[in-house]
């Protein structure tokens, strides 16, 4: 069974940085595309950012370019959203959902089999 454990999320003020970690147990990120997403109350889930751990390419949502970085850690099979300068735009449950092979956009959701249960991150202003 795969499982997809999402961490790290609080409540911070605007400006301030939270590390969100996806650990994986039945699944191997290498070699694998992982992703994540976020959702705030009445929006559509949207892609963050994606990672393919096969040639470490890296994807961003123009929202968060230049201020969230996505790595990934194969001996420890997790995977990171370092997020810098929050706004109180961020604020939504995040979500780590992987794959083996994903067609098209990693940043679509539809793209991915296997999801974590969610993180919420709220920033104050």
């Known amino acids: 069974e795969v499982q997809l454990q999402a961490s790290g999320g609080g409540l911070v003020q605007a400006g301030g940085s939270l590390r969100l970690s996806c650990a994986a147990a039945?699944?191997?990120?290498?070699?694998?595309?992982i992703g994540w997403f976020r959702q705030a109350p009445g929006k559509e889930r949207e892609g963050v950012s994606c990672?393919?751990?096969?040639?470490?390419?890296?994807y961003y949502a123009d929202s968060v370019k230049g201020r969230f970085t996505i790595s990934s850690d194969n001996a420890k099979n997790t995977v990171y959203l370092q997020m810098n300068s929050l706004k109180p735009e961020d604020t939504a449950v995040y979500y780590c959902?992987?794959?083996?092979?994903?067609?098209?956009?990693?940043?679509?959701?539809?793209?991915?089999?296997?999801w974590g249960q969610g993180t919420q991150v709220t920033v104050s202003s």
């Open positions: 990672i393919s751990s096969r040639d470490g390419s890296t």
């Open positions: 039945g699944f191997t990120f290498d070699g694998s595309a």
């Open positions: 959902a992987a794959d083996r092979l994903v067609y098209g956009s990693c940043l679509w959701p539809g793209a991915y089999d296997y």
